[in-house]
């Protein structure tokens, strides 16, 4: 039966299908079982509708004091526009029902232009509620309501909104409403809004001054559990709930105690009026409860933990205040060089970012040829806070529903970041991708920063407002990459082919760009794994592995020969193929090294000529190793003899209490090319949040002094040409949503999941950028962490 089938207005026809309608139990003051009963017909599946309004008015039972008089106002089921002032661009539409509760007739714009509805009371309009679907498939374009007394001068007003009951077909009901309309109101327009399509959002039901205000709902944790109160705004109103599911609605009589993970659902209703709708709460009163309702963990204690909505909201004036109080230094060109110093020290304009040299040192230089040491922030984005939450709801102590307002915080339908509803909740609106990366980079420059690093979103860095740098398009090679082990082989059939026609659409296109300082190989490669991994693959699925076999038969000639020098009992070189090969001896050593600096020529022999092709102005920058390879001292120096004749800056991702001089320097010997650590951070467990490096940092005071003795140490080193910092929001609590269970959540960012700044680690950050080339040219001692300490 369809919701709008059968609201009988002020229980007139009600009184005669239930006798006990508007009667109390004189003992307790509670409704007789009649009465409950007519309750839960009138909202169960909100069954009861608005199109018996009309006759339910007239109805002679009505007059004959059966039930109360209707209360003054609007019930418009919509199907028609009888009750309607004025209106445009809507239709009523009858089609497939069953997608909106059986609902027959909807008002649906006929274009994607603005749809309106006026509504016109000879009384003061008080309230409102509306019902209404909502294609969940594409973004939630929120309806907008205006009031006026002379239907002249309107005023936009704020609604309630929440989704009402479950999805059909992916058609989502949603509910609006405001219980206080301002003094004077004659006039309420609806409009309907969004660009994609015309028929989404529908409108279902419209009620003014007949509504029954929703039921909320406040949580306090016990002993074991959660209390749970339920309440209305409207005076006298009866509330009705149920738990998970279940069969029936209960009437509600006092805090309920939850244990376990819980979906309340709860509606009011009151005599002459429409039930609410009915809104759905999720309460995780279980014991496994791991993070609270603004992202941060549960059990962390720390000084500035939010636990209100209201603090956040306070945040707004305090954040520009602190922004305010902050100015990038003074000494900077337009891509966060050191201004004049091209002229002061000979140094080339070369147009683009490049490697000069400075009395013997290598020094990278901005367009404008002064001096730049890279002080980029990676992972400008709010991509590393989202979270798994599908199959694990039990940590969150609440999660907002995907179809509600908070949608546009999730990440599909699985994972939800509170960085992202956190910053929803102290300004009033969802931050794109976009408004994140420019927010950030007024902050980065505030602090002395000067670049965005890697992974961030690169065509934001296109805008040419802030040095960026971008990744060759290699990781989305899915045909050169190998089971269990992050290496692209550059052996796969017609990899040569395939990577020009890729650099060809990703790299030449900006070639021209003198923001873009170069392009990263890669991230973080399994060099450390090769050895032992490469001998393990199938030639069927991994050419490198083919390469192998070829090289082996070429020496050995005969597979006798080869089981010798590896000994091992093959019958044949085409049964080593799919053989997990076995390196034990030291032949078999010498064949992989013999592999591994083969592999290592060819594949950045490769990269570099085709991107070199497609852009000879802007700087390959490495490939990012991780700090085990780096620290290994066979593959270090395989690395750098190969990575040397092709790159023009090797990058590490080097996590490290303090810098290793000796290995920096024979990296830099081997390689003869520059430095750069493009990744490297510290962090602390004060939040509940992992370490970067562990045991470096007690709390935020000490890990801005880490940062400088880090940052400040690589300045004065002559062959390092930046450092820059993982990263800008601190991670998941829970982890990052695409490694699931286990993903990383460090202490990373400079700024937490509530939008806080780090001000004792920025402040410390900013000591040193702000002087990061005096430093560099030895015009200021540098800050030793270890030293300060004795």
């Known amino acids: 039966m369809s919701r709008k089938t059968v609201w009988l207005l002020a229980y007139g026809m009600l009184a005669v299908l239930f006798p006990g309608v508007g009667q109390r139990d004189g003992a307790d003051g509670y ?48 199907g028609d526009f009888g009750l309607t002032d004025v209106r445009a661009n809507v239709y009523i539409a009858h089609d497939n029902p069953g997608y909106y509760g059986g609902d027959t007739s909807r008002a649906v714009r006929a274009t994607v232009s603005p749809g309106m509805l006026v509504y016109k009371s000879d009384a003061d309009m008080t309230s409102f509620s509306v019902r209404s679907y909502y294609f969940a498939g594409l973004a939630l374009k929120k309806l907008k309501f205006y009031v006026s007394a002379d239907g002249k001068q309107y005023s936009e007003i704020p609604a309630a909104s929440y989704p009402s009951g479950d999805p059909a077909n992916n058609w989502q009901p949603y509910a609006y409403e405001n219980m206080a309309l301002p003094a004077g109101t004659r006039y309420l327009k609806i409009e309907l809004l969004g660009k994609d399509k015309a028929w989404t959002p529908q409108l279902s039901e419209v009620a003014i001054n007949l509504n029954t205000a929703s039921a909320t709902l406040t949580t306090t944790k016990i002993a074991g559990g959660v209390q749970a109160t339920l309440d209305t705004a409207t ?3 009866r509330i009705y709930y149920r738990l998970s599911k279940g069969v029936d609605y209960t009437l509600y009589k006092s805090p309920l105690q939850l244990k376990g993970y819980n979906q309340l659902e709860a509606y009011a209703v009151k005599d002459g009026r429409m039930p609410s709708p009915v809104r759905s709460y999720p309460v995780n009163a279980s014991a496994d409860v791991t993070l609270d309702r603004f992202g941060q963990m549960e059990t962390a204690k720390f000084t500035g933990k939010v636990t209100s909505e209201l603090q956040l909201a306070a945040d707004v004036a305090v954040d520009a205040a602190y922004y305010g109080s902050l100015e990038p230094p003074a000494d900077r060109d337009a891509y966060g060089g050191l201004d004049g110093s091209a002229a002061k020290y000979g140094l080339k304009a070369k147009g ?44 969150y102590e609440y999660v907002p529903p995907y179809a ?24 009033g609106f969802f931050p794109t991708e976009h408004n994140i990366y420019m927010e950030a980079i007024g902050r980065l420059q505030k602090w002395g920063f000067n670049g965005i690093g890697a992974f961030s979103p690169e065509k934001y860095g296109e805008e040419g407002l802030f040095p960026y740098v971008r990744m060759l398009p290699l990781e989305g090679m899915s045909w050169a990459k190998l089971d269990g082990l992050s290496l692209f082989d550059i052996y796969a059939p017609g990899a040569e082919a395939k990577l020009d026609q890729a650099f060809a659409q990703a790299v030449a296109p900006y070639q021209d760009d003198p923001m873009l300082v170069g392009y990263f190989i890669g991230n973080e490669y399994d060099y450390t794994k090769f050895f032992a991994q490469v001998p393990k693959l199938k030639a069927s699925k991994a050419a490198i592995k083919g390469r192998l076999v070829e090289r082996l038969k070429a020496k050995y000639v005969t597979i006798a020969a ?27 050593w010498q ?24 852009d000879p102005n802007h700087l390959l920058l490495g490939d990012r190793w991780l700090v085990t390879a780096f620290r290994d001292d066979k593959l270090r120096g395989m690395l750098a003899a190969a990575e040397g004749k092709y790159v023009d800056v090797v990058s590490v991702n080097y996590y490290s209490h303090k810098l290793e001089l000796d290995m920096l320097s024979d990296l830099y010997k081997k390689s003869g090319k520059p430095i750069l650590m493009s990744e490297f951070g510290f962090g602390t467990t004060e939040q509940g949040l992992e370490q970067l490096v562990k045991k ?34 601190d991670q998941a609590g829970l982890g990052r949503y695409w490694q699931g269970t286990w993903g990383e959540h460090y202490n990373s960012g400079l700024v937490n999941v509530a939008d806080r700044p780090y001000k004792d680690y920025a402040a410390a950050a900013k000591t040193t950028n702000d002087d990061i080339y005096k430093i560099m040219l030895g015009q200021r001692t540098k800050y030793d962490y270890d030293a300060n300490r004795k």
């Open 562 to 588: 080869f089981n010798t020098a590896w000994k091992t009992r093959y019958k044949s070189f085409d049964e080593l193929k799919n053989a997990a090969l076995p390196v034990s001896t030291t032949a078999a």
């Open 696 to 729: 470096a940092a007690d709390d935020q005071y000490q890990r801005g002094l880490r940062y400088r003795s880090y940052v400040e140490g690589a300045a004065a080193l002559p062959y390092v040409v930046g450092a820059n910092v993982f990263n800008y929001v």
């Open 352 to 395: 683009y970012f490049a490697i000069q040299k400075l009395n013997g040192r290598p020094v990278m230089t901005t367009p404008s040829g002064n001096l730049y040491f890279s002080l980029a922030v990676n992972g400008v984005t709010a991509n590393e806070t989202y979270s798994l939450v599908k199959g694990r709801e039990t940590k």
């Open 591 to 614: 064949d992989m090294n013999a592999l591994f600096a083969e592999y290592l020529d060819r594949f950045f022999g490769t990269v570099s000529r085709l991107y070199r092709k497609y």
């Open 31 to 78: 409704e007789a079982d009649a009465d409950i009963q007519a309750d839960r017909a009138i909202a169960g599946g909100h069954s009861l509708a608005l199109r018996a309004y009309a006759a339910a008015a007239a109805n002679p039972l009505v007059g004959a004091g059966i039930s109360s008089s209707p209360a003054p106002g609007i019930g418009d089921p919509l």
């Open 235 to 237: 005076e006298g109103a």
């Open 404 to 427: 509600g307002e908070y949608k546009p915080a999730y990440l599909g339908t699985d994972s939800f970041s509170y960085y992202v509803a956190n910053k929803y909740r102290k300004t």
